[in-house]
C-alpha cells in the first residue's frame, strides 16, 4: 500500500531517473572495482601499493611510520562517517518539517505539483545513499582495525617464516578496507545529486551524469592515474 502511494506521487520522468541512479551507482562501482588490465583505475592501482607497503614495511624498523599513516586513513573512515550520519540527521529533520522546502521548491521550479509527500520522498532518497555510505566507513573502519592488528603480528624478523605471510594478509585486509571506503565516498556523491531531485526530474537525471563522468574521469583518466600507472611501470 506504501509503494502505490509512492509510485502515485512519481511522474515517469522520476521513475526513469531514480531507475537510472539506482542502476548506474552499482556498475560504475563494479567497473572501477574490476577494470580492463589495460586500463586499471585508480582503485586498482593502489592495491598494488598497498600490498607494496606491506611487504615494505616488514623490513622497516622502527614500524612507527606505518602506524602514523594507518591512524590516518582510520581518521578519514571516522571522519566520513560522522559526516554521512549528522546529513542523514538532517535530512530526517528537513523530512519532519517539508513545509518550508515545500515554498523553496515552488520557487525554484516555477511549479505547483510539489507536494510535502513528494518532497519527503526525494529526500528519502538521499537518505538512502547516505545509510549505504555509513554503513561502508563502519565496515572500513572496522577492517583498518583487523589491519592494525595483522600487522602488530607480523614477526620485527624478515626472516621470521610467518612474516610475509601475515603482511600478505594485512595488505589484503587493507585493500579490502579501502574499498569499503571508496564505496562510502562514492554514495556520498550520489547522494549529493540526489538532492537535485529537488529541482526536478531532469535535473536529477543531469546530476547524476555529471556524478558518473566525474567518477570516470578521476578512476581512468586523472592525472593521479597518469602517475600511479608510472610508478607500477618503473617498478616492475
Request: proline content about 5%.
Amino acid at each position: 500500500m506504501i509503494f502505490d502511494v509512492i509510485l502515485s506521487a512519481l511522474t515517469t520522468w522520476d521513475l526513469a531517473a531514480v531507475g537510472f541512479g539506482l542502476l548506474a551507482a552499482p556498475i560504475m562501482g563494479y567497473l572501477i572495482e574490476n577494470p580492463p588490465a589495460q586500463r586499471p583505475s585508480v582503485t586498482s592501482l593502489m592495491s598494488f601499493y598497498r600490498r607494496a607497503w606491506m611487504l615494505t614495511f616488514v623490513d622497516r624498523d622502527p614500524r612507527i611510520f606505518d602506524a602514523q599513516i594507518l591512524a590516518s586513513l582510520r581518521q578519514s573512515t571516522a571522519f566520513f562517517g560522522s559526516t554521512s550520519l549528522i546529513s542523514i540527521g538532517g535530512l530526517l529533520a528537513m523530512m519532519g518539517s517539508p513545509d518550508r522546502l515545500v515554498e523553496l521548491t515552488h520557487a525554484m521550479t516555477q511549479s505547483q505539483d510539489a507536494t510535502s509527500l513528494k518532497l519527503q520522498i526525494k529526500l528519502a532518497f538521499a537518505a538512502l545513499f547516505l545509510v549505504y555510505a555509513f554503513l561502508k566507513f563502519v565496515w572500513s573502519s572496522r577492517l583498518f582495525g583487523y589491519c592494525a592488528v595483522l600487522m602488530a603480528a607480523v614477526p620485527n624478523d624478515p626472516n621470521h617464516p610467518q612474516a610475509i605471510p601475515r603482511a600478505i594478509m594485512a595488505g589484503e585486509i587493507n585493500i579490502r578496507a579501502a574499498l569499503n571506503f571508496n564505496r562510502g565516498l562514492r554514495a556520498m556523491y550520489f547522494a549529493l545529486a540526489s538532492l537535485a531531485w529537488l529541482a526536478g526530474a531532469p535535473i536529477l537525471l543531469t546530476a547524476f551524469l555529471v556524478t558518473l563522468w566525474m567518477l570516470w574521469n578521476r578512476e581512468f583518466s586523472s592525472q593521479a592515474s597518469a602517475l600511479l600507472k608510472t610508478g607500477i611501470s618503473d617498478d616492475t
